[in-house]
């Protein structure tokens, strides 16, 4: 679906996943700049593919024909893009991540000027519509949502660390609630890749070191006891030498086995988790309770006062959490995610060229072997994953 004008400078062209994404942003969409192609089929890897397989590729056919700029060393021209903004719209899911990384594959080996020049976007839908009374307002990821309940849960709630303490007032609640957030969300994404006793446990234990060979005896030692014996911690050195955490855990017979590396301790995640762990150790004290109006709850822990805050803000609220692009209809596709006065979207930028060759040849490539260590190198700091 084509749009009116014929200026690529005022044009753009939404790459949609699905027919059914496709259809309402068809009919949500401005028909005046806004130009649609919905993706019907399976997006070739083109890092494995011959240059013969690529052109016979029905999407990607389509897609060249589409862009106006042709392909291959004779017939590609850049100037010829008849749309200046490329806008990538999936889902926020695995596979709409999946979709989007073989397209923005494609672009980098194929057409590297567009990227290049600033031509290709994502578009950021919203995952979740919130509903309360008349108010009604969209969400882009659960850490939106979790703030925006939290913002209600705090209506009307105090802490008190001890049953005779002082409280804590709303605002004050605000922000030790926010750390614990961005901890707890660092803490999730790290359980994907190592056992998640070990996770948590670093929001309760004091900063781990590997800077010497006693610092690391030291801290595999507080890590093995904080996870009740469940995880083997031992000392080891890596190819390089450098010291490094190895985390062993039986799992149906067999060992699972994870790193905790000087990288990752002197890295973001942890210095997130080390932040929230500094306000909440030592918090909560006996006979702490959590009040907001005329409801109240004993509690152990700040985790036990937040869900039960939250627990009680939902009541009243409902909450859609969209699966895919296809459960809004065309007014809320246009509204969210193509009204140029509401939208977001993320430009594509390579700023450095060798390095994100080597990235796309490790992740998309033939070989296995790179792929696997590039993953085990990284997965601790991987970031905005979603499973």
């Known amino acids: 679906a084509d749009c009116q ?28 700049f806004q130009a649609i192609l919905p993706l019907k089929g399976k997006i070739l890897n083109v890092e494995k593919a011959r240059f013969e397989k690529l052109i016979a590729s029905q999407e990607i056919a389509t897609l060249i024909t589409v ?59 919203p995952l979740y519509k919130i509903k309360q009374g008349k108010d ?24 008190y660390p001890t049953s005779e303490a002082a409280p804590i007032q709303a605002d004050a609640l605000e922000q030790i609630a ?13 359980s994907r890749f190592t056992a998640p006793e070990a996770s948590h446990a670093l929001l309760i234990l004091p900063t781990l070191s590997l800077d010497d060979a006693q610092h690391a005896q030291s801290s595999a030692k507080q890590l093995e006891a904080a996870c009740g014996g469940s995880i083997k911690v031992v000392v080891e050195a890596d190819e390089a030498g450098e010291l490094r955490l190895r985390l062993e855990k039986l799992y149906h017979g067999n060992y699972s086995v994870s790193y905790m590396d000087r990288d990752f301790l002197k890295g973001s995640d942890y210095v997130q988790i080390r932040q929230a762990s500094e ?55 246009w509204e969210t995610t193509m009204d140029v006065k509401n939208r977001i979207l993320l430009r594509v930028r390579i700023e450095d060229a060798i390095s994100a060759d080597e990235i796309f040849t490790t992740l998309m490539g ?16 991987v970031k905005n994953l979603d499973v």
Request: net charge positive; hydrophobic share 40%; proline share 3%.
């Open 366 to 381: 033939d070989v296995v072997e790179p792929r696997r260590a590039f993953i085990e190198k990284n997965a601790l700091g």
């Open 178 to 190: 926010k750390q614990y957030f961005l901890a707890e969300a660092v803490i999730d994404r790290l």
């Open 279 to 333: 306000i909440l150790n030592g918090l909560i004290k006996p006979g702490a309770f959590i009040a907001r109006g005329e409801q109240k709850r004993t509690v152990s822990s700040f985790k036990q006062a937040i869900e039960w805050l939250l627990e009680e803000a939902k009541r009243g609220v409902n909450i859609q959490r969209y699966k895919g692009l296809g459960e809004m209809n065309p007014s809320q596709l």
């Open 67 to 125: 862009l106006g700029t042709g392909i291959g060393k004779d017939e590609y021209s850049a100037d010829k893009l008849r749309y200046h903004r490329i806008i990538i719209m999936t889902d926020a899911d695995v596979d709409g991540a999946h979709i989007r990384t073989l397209l923005l594959t494609f672009f980098y080996r194929q057409m590297p000027e567009l990227v290049e020049r600033g031509h290709i976007y994502i578009a950021q839908p």
């Open 136 to 159: 009604e307002r969209y969400l882009k990821d659960d850490q939106e949502m979790k703030i925006y309940m939290l913002k209600s849960a705090l209506n009307n709630a105090v802490l």
């Open 5 to 32: 004008e014929k200026d690529p400078a005022m044009s753009e062209l939404y790459l949609v996943e699905g027919d059914s994404a496709g259809g309402s942003a068809k009919q949500g969409r401005d028909r005046k």
